[in-house]
């Protein structure tokens, strides 16, 4: 790869001149090596303290990388596959009976669960409330069939899981005693210290909701009071205002699905250990069988959430592919056809290239609009791979 970083911290740096960044960070590594840090603007609109490389923001459904593998390792821990059905751990789920629903299946979003009825929505920081609300929903679509986006509800969804596996662990302790220490990796599901929480940036709506070619079905569906869309974006109820996010209850609670706060430097490094395929200092960290698992596809197609093509595997969003052609719909996480990753609401990138041993983040405190990463973010990725 023959990238300019010349070029990439021009576009960073434009980011804020042209588009609108208030505050934000960029972190590539290639193998075990950080190749890019760079960092600009404020932590926030009246707070001007530059943002730095051990600056933290919350990430939103970036989360859900970092949730993922805590699942999949809580269960690999257990002699559990990812491949076993869900009732033999969590008999009480509806959509799993007989087992109907893998795990892998649930964590690549076919469980169809992506939403709650109306009336069955308690609060999302309610867990034990949530998990009674999943066990007795209908599922939207036969469970293992087809798939859907659970931006919330997958969250409960992992923490429930790794409770069971691991005897009553939630998920956040278990991300932090068996990964994030381990790795020293500054990313956070919950239990930040005073110190950490003085390291949070505040977080900012869009100052303006449009929408592109891609996603205009989707902003079209959250008009409608009916759609699964927007009943899936709205439980458990919670999160009304986005800068919601920025208060205690919701940086403290861990919500595997959105309640991740963490540094550019901390995702990409994650992700730099599933790009070396578990490897690190020379070390077997993650177990092979969890990093096949994360690279092979297990939904594609239309997604009934978000209303575009997206393809999952185990825990992780993958770039669809066009089956006529082979060729990739987009290119979200570079060109590779192993990659993987989960981008969060208003900006926040991260991804793993094993083929490559790239690994990428982006994160950043004034979201803009949209369902999938802007141009802040992918202008970078491109460049990467020019």
């Known amino acids: 790869m023959n990238f300019s970083p010349e070029k990439i911290e021009e576009h960073f740096r434009e980011n804020f001149s042209e588009r609108g960044e208030l505050g934000a960070a960029v972190s590539i590594w290639k193998g075990e090596e950080e190749i890019i840090a760079l960092t600009g603007g404020t932590v926030g609109r009246d707070d ?19 949730a993922a593998l805590t699942v999949l390792l809580a269960l690999h821990e257990a002699g559990l596959s990812v491949n076993d059905p869900v009732d033999e751990l969590w008999p009480e789920l509806q959509a799993g009976e007989k087992g109907s629903l893998s795990f892998a299946q649930l964590l690549a979003h076919k469980s169809g669960l992506a939403a709650l009825d109306p009336g069955n929505r308690p609060s999302i920081l309610q867990h ?24 919330r509800t997958s969250g409960a969804l992992m923490e429930e899981i790794v ?20 790795l020293d990796i500054d990313f956070f599901i919950g239990g930040l210290s005073a110190e950490d929480l003085e390291r949070v940036a505040t977080i900012y709506p869009p100052k303006v909701i449009k929408s592109s070619e891609e996603e205009a079905r989707f902003y079209r569906a959250l008009g409608d009071p009916e759609s699964l ?38 995702l990409a490094k994650f992700y730099a250990v599933l790009a070396n395929r578990g490897f690190w200092n020379g070390v077997q960290v993650i177990p092979e069988i969890i990093f096949d698992s994360i690279t092979t596809p297990i939904a594609y197609g239309e997604d009934y959430t978000l209303l575009l093509p997206t393809a999952f595997s185990a825990g992780f969003m993958l770039d669809p592919v066009d089956r006529e052609t082979g060729e990739k719909v ?6 590779g056809r192993k990659s993987f990753g989960q981008p969060g609401a208003g900006g926040s990138h991260a991804f793993a290239d094993p083929e490559n041993q790239i690994s990428f983040a982006y994160v950043m405190n004034q979201m803009q609009s949209g369902i999938l990463p802007n141009d802040k973010s992918l202008g970078l990725v491109n460049l990467l791979y020019s």
């Open 330 to 335: 987009r290119h979200l996480f570079g060109p």
């Open 163 to 182: 409770r069971r596996a691991t005897s009553g662990s939630t998920l956040g302790k278990y991300w932090r005693d068996n990964i994030a220490r381990p």
């Open 229 to 266: 869309s927007l009943w899936a974006f709205s439980s458990p109820r919670g999160v009304k205002s986005l800068t919601e996010i920025n208060n205690l209850e919701y940086l403290q609670s861990g919500i595997p699905s959105l309640g991740g706060v963490g540094s550019a430097r901390a």
């Open 48 to 66: 001007n303290s530059p943002w730095k490389t051990d600056t933290l923001v919350p990430v939103w459904s970036a989360t859900k990388g970092p």
């Open 128 to 151: 034990s409330e949530v998990v009674k609300a999943l066990e007795k929903q209908e599922p939207f679509w036969q469970a293992g069939f087809g798939h859907g986006y659970h931006p």
